[in-house]
């Protein structure tokens, strides 16, 4: 397997990657684990908890958990969960060319848009291995990076329409395809909303699989939404339940 794909999705076929180099003792995988329920995942090097917002306006991690779906919380027939250690392993994932990154992952240490706070969760049904997974994370930038964060993931969109190659620590997945989705109902109340749909190929180049990102920005705060599936079925978008979930929540926060 080794984070190749086949007949699944990127994440888990990349948690079962690690688990075989971790029985031959070699490493490589960070401290990503993408099936285990723990703390909630936050950026290297963000601030520690704190009552306020931090000088530059951006939301600090405490702020971004208290506004956040919490461990065990409903989001329409999914339930929420906190990730261990550092969050999806999609995050240390890259893109080539490098215009495609937004479109691949949005952390910091690998798009160059360093968030102050990150907090991460997972929507899913536990008792599935192969149902819809959707990453959502929680975002907050100073000045204007996270206005930035959403122009580069609009030239990204237009840029590698044609397809793209994901970068891996032992594996590269084909983009065949990238188009914009259809954004959910809620899109207006955001400062702006991205929505996409990727075709990625199987490792045999035979099977297509489907991915959606939807991102929307609010202040110096971004909230992403990734869903996949174990699988060859277009699930048709980002489940719109997880998006409202989340989006009430922290909309209720900011007041």
Not at 31 to 45: F, I, L, Q, Y
Not at 161 to 187: D, F, I, N, S
Request: aromatic residues 6%; negative net charge; charged residues 25%.
């Amino acid at each position: 397997m080794f984070g190749v794909y086949g007949a699944g999705g990127r994440r888990v076929a990349a948690a079962v990657g690690c688990a075989v180099l971790a029985l031959t003792g070699l490493t490589g995988c960070g401290g990503h684990d993408d099936n285990a329920r723990g703390g909630a995942g936050s950026s290297p090097g963000a601030p520690g908890p704190a009552a306020t917002r931090t000088p530059t306006g951006a939301l600090t991690e405490a702020q971004l958990t208290a506004v956040a779906l919490t461990d065990g919380e409903r989001a329409g027939d999914l339930t929420v969960s906190e990730y261990a250690l550092d969050g999806p392993l999609g995050d240390a994932y890259s893109a080539d060319p490098a215009v495609c990154q937004p479109l691949v992952s949005l952390a910091g240490d690998v798009s160059g848009h360093a968030p102050v706070a990150q907090v991460q969760r997972k929507a899913d049904k536990p008792e599935e291995m192969l149902g819809v997974t959707v990453d959502v994370t929680l975002r907050s930038y100073a000045g204007g990076e996270a206005a930035k964060v959403m122009a580069s993931l609009e030239k990204a969109g237009r840029d590698c329409a044609g397809g793209l190659t994901e970068e891996r620590a032992v594996a590269r997945a084909t983009y065949e395809k990238v188009e914009t989705a259809e954004l959910p109902a809620l899109a207006d109340e955001a400062d702006e909303a991205k929505a996409y749909r990727f075709t990625v190929l199987d490792v045999k180049g035979k099977l297509k699989l489907y991915e959606y990102l939807t991102v929307l920005r609010s202040g110096s705060t971004t909230l992403a939404f990734r869903a996949e599936i174990l699988g060859t079925e277009d699930i048709g978008g980002v489940p719109e339940d997880v998006i409202a979930a989340q989006w009430k929540k922290f909309r209720a926060g900011q007041g």
